[in-house]
């Protein structure tokens, strides 16, 4: 199976670019999902891949071979697990859409995605159209668990944005009792804005709301459709509505999600931005009563966003600001991180963490990217700590996870 796997996704690639560049961003993921699924080994550091690179790339002209052989044989067979899943139509379904991700991911990688990239993106969607009928529904994201309130309290700082959810929950149960008792109750919009900058927790958030609707019965699934610009324009003439509708498609009965949502506007004449939008409103008064939209980006962008379309200011009066977070809460991330893969840090660490974060915090600008920064800074940490001990002897537990002062450094 992990043969066909590896050719399924080579396919992918070969599909998408025709070659495969392993020193490209767009042949990362094929080396990094290689090297996890074939060595016997835990990857943490990019770094590391660097010592099954030789191997990893034999490794891959083997599974070319052996995909060529299988294409000989099998002529009109594209895909060939999808075809091991006929009968298993859900597990078919997020296997694709999975594949369609990672894909996806892999073509961002380039200034701009070809025509015959995006017929083959379209297709693997089409497998999935043909896989999903009306009453299977697409698992993007994990189903509805019980405790949403308390994975909104777990997360550190969001003082404001745990207040403005407590009182959007509130009102809606509110009117729903009202209406339980046959009162007049005023039309709730459930869409929303969030603001901020990079990093500040704006997509966990999405995803907790996408499950508070559920349990309130707002919408059918818990599940949240993630995209963005690249998700929703094409880049030739009638392409856009239907790349648009493909994810709308996906996300009825949860809740879509468009990150940078500002960048969908542009005053080039060839743009199709536009088109998504008009096709977005369509669809969301069209399904209106199916989907909820979220959509996020920086506070100034977000905001001439939405006041340069009346149908975009008609759906989205609910804003939320997410604020950066203080060098205390960086310190908690970077502290919560630690404790999670079992680290431990040293007084003076914690000192010199503490030092660096308020002052990163003092010099931020527009661009600081908040708990991306910090989970940056983790990695670089994990890093110098294994530098520190990899010419020792010796290593006990203890010093495999212990992160001292020497270790908390940030390359720019």
Not at 69 to 96: A, G, H, M, W
Not at 122 to 127: D, F, Q, S, V
Not at 273 to 299: C, F, H, N, P, Q
Request: proline share 2%.
């Amino acid at each position: 199976m992990l043969e066909i796997f590896m050719i399924d996704i080579i396919t992918c690639y070969v599909k998408l670019n025709n070659n495969i560049d392993l020193d490209k961003k767009s042949g990362f993921g094929l080396l990094f999902l290689t090297v996890r699924i074939t060595a016997d080994t835990t990857i943490t550091q990019p770094q590391q891949l660097n010592l099954y690179l030789k191997n990893t790339k034999n490794l891959i002209d083997i599974y070319l071979k052996i995909r060529e052989s299988y294409t000989e044989r099998f002529p009109q067979t594209e895909l060939f697990i999808p075809n091991l899943l006929n009968d298993c139509k859900v597990i078919k379904s997020n296997y694709l859409i999975a594949l369609h991700r990672f894909t996806s991911i892999a073509a961002k990688d380039q200034k701009y995605i070809t025509k015959e990239e995006q017929k083959w993106l379209a297709k693997l969607l089409k497998m999935n159209d043909e896989t999903v009928n009306e009453k299977e529904k697409i698992n993007i994201s994990p189903e509805l668990k019980s405790n949403s309130n308390n994975e909104l309290n777990q997360l550190i700082g969001m003082k404001s944005v745990k207040t403005e959810i407590v009182k959007l929950t509130n009102f809606i149960k509110i009117q729903q009792k009202r209406q339980e008792k046959g009162l007049k109750t005023p039309k709730v919009s459930y869409h929303c804005v969030f603001t901020g900058n990079p990093g500040t927790g704006k997509t966990t958030v999405a995803r907790i709301i996408a499950k508070i609707y559920k349990e309130l019965g707002i919408i059918k699934t818990g599940r949240l459709i993630e995209t963005d610009r690249a998700g929703l324009v094409a880049e030739y003439v009638g392409q856009t509505a239907v790349k648009t509708n493909k994810i709308i498609d996906m996300a009825i009965d949860g809740v879509l999600f468009i990150d940078e949502a500002y960048a969908l506007i542009s005053n080039s004449e060839t743009d199709y931005g536009k088109e998504a939008i008009a096709t977005l409103i369509k669809r969301m008064e069209d399904s209106r009563e199916s989907m909820v939209v979220i959509l996020a980006g920086y506070s100034n962008e977000m905001q001439n966003f939405i006041n340069s379309n009346p149908g975009l200011q008609s759906r989205f009066n609910r804003y939320i600001e997410f604020p950066d977070y203080s060098d205390q809460e960086l310190y908690r991330i970077f502290e919560m991180n630690a404790i999670q893969f079992e680290y431990t840090i040293s007084k003076n660490a914690q000192t010199a963490l503490k030092k660096y974060l308020t002052k990163t915090v003092a010099e931020k600008n527009k661009n600081f990217g908040n708990a991306r920064f910090v989970r940056n800074l983790f990695e670089k940490t994990l890093e110098y700590q294994a530098n520190r001990l990899v010419e020792e002897t010796n290593l006990t537990a203890e010093k495999l996870s212990e992160i001292k002062q020497e270790d908390i450094k940030y390359e720019n």
